[in-house]
């Protein structure tokens, strides 16, 4: 290889890793916090749309979660192809989706039940595979989500607006750039229907800075989901 080609290569790397830096725990769509939790089964699909410093493109989801007392145990699995990389120069656009797989620990420290206000504490883990991209090597990309989430929760109201501000830690296999950690925020709202049915929205914000170039990666989905409760 060249040097002008050698170059060009660690200079790609950074560039090609933007988007994807910027996904949670899987790729493409916010990180979701449920602070008032709740004892049960529940199920969700979610379909998110990233902005250009986001990656672009569109992201699917599945996610099946575990509620027992305060705890809440949550799986997801999905798949996303990135179609924008700021900055890049060539091929931007991943060949094919890719899937990313994702999971997180919530805890409810205070609220929920009768009590209109509840918080809790969530750590994420996610795991995506970013394809080889003009002169970017193909790496894996590991990110862990660690954040608080507040929700408004009144009795026999469906609305449920949530916040959940966050630190999002992200390392890289070999061939990617350096780790990064970054101060992150999601939020949304739940609007819940009879029988355990509801629908969602949330938004998900990062700022970051690249070879001394500020990127915003936002992320917006909506979904649906259904709980089953099963009472204390």
């Known amino acids: 290889m060249t040097r002008i080609a050698k170059i060009a290569a660690a200079a790609a790397i950074p560039l090609a890793a933007l988007a994807t830096a910027a996904q949670a725990q899987l790729a493409g769509i916010p990180v979701y ?26 992201a699917y989801g599945v996610a099946g979660s575990l509620g027992a007392g ?7 699995v999905g798949a996303y192809k990135q179609t924008n990389i700021p900055g890049c120069t060539g091929t931007c656009s991943w060949a094919t ?90 939020g949304g709202v739940n609007f819940n229907l009879l029988l355990g049915l509801g629908v969602h929205a949330a938004v998900d914000w990062q700022q970051q800075k690249v070879a001394g170039t500020t990127y915003t990666p936002l992320i917006w989905s909506v979904g649906a989901h259904f709980n089953f409760h099963v009472p204390l």
């Open 97 to 186: 989706a890719q899937t990313s797989f994702g999971g997180s620990l919530a805890y409810k420290v205070f609220g929920g039940g009768l009590l209109p206000v509840a918080v809790s504490a969530q750590v994420g883990y996610g795991y995506i595979k970013a394809p080889a991209v003009s002169l970017a090597p193909s790496y894996t990309i590991t990110s862990i989500p660690v954040g608080v989430g507040i929700s408004l929760d009144p009795p026999l109201f469906p609305l449920k607006p949530w916040i959940a501000p966050r630190i999002q830690f992200t390392s890289y296999g070999s061939g990617g750039p350096p780790n990064t950690s970054n101060f992150a925020v999601s």
């Open 70 to 76: 305060p705890v809440t145990v949550t799986g997801m």
């Open 33 to 58: 916090f449920n602070p008032a939790g709740g004892t049960g089964v529940g199920i969700a699909a979610n379909v998110g749309f990233p902005n250009s410093d986001a990656g672009s493109g569109t």
